[in-house]
Nanobody, 124 residues
Framework: QVQLVESGGGLVQAGGSLRLSCVPSGSFLRINVMGWYRQAPGKQRELVAVITSGGNTIYQDSVKGRFTISRDTAKNMTFLQMDSLKPEDTAVYYC??????????????????WGQGTQVTVSS
């Protein structure tokens, strides 16, 4: 089964930057959407940014102008450049891919893949 591995989280001061990366351990037959979500303590997981197979991007209002999602289509990787970070950006950030894959002879179509998450902490 394809696994997603995030990296790039850490502790940063307000106003600083971090770049998150997401690498799949296996291969996809097709990727429909790649994205980043986050979950702060005591809150529900929320969408941060997504990028479609056509290259269209959608951002949560609170990160527009500060975060940039991108991808490497050859390697099926996705990145989240986070600038001008604020304490309220503190959360566990999760990589998400919706796509098709073949595993042990079973086809998984439009399947939701999630990474284990990477902690981002922004100090004031």
């Amino acid at each position: 089964q394809v696994q997603l591995v995030e990296s790039g989280g850490g502790l940063v001061q307000a106003g600083g930057s971090l770049r998150l990366s997401c690498v799949p351990s296996g291969s996809f037959l097709r990727i429909n959407v790649m994205g980043w979500y986050r979950q702060a303590p005591g809150k529900q997981r929320e969408l941060v940014a997504v990028i479609t197979s056509g290259g269209n991007t959608i951002y949560q209002d609170s990160v527009k102008g500060r975060f940039t999602i991108s991808r490497d289509t050859a390697k099926n990787m996705t990145f989240l450049q986070m600038d001008s970070l604020k304490p309220e950006d503190t959360a566990v950030y999760y990589c998400n891919v919706v796509g098709d894959t073949l595993y042990s002879g079973t086809f998984y179509g439009d399947y939701d893949f999630w990474g284990q998450g990477t902690q981002v902490t922004v100090s004031s």
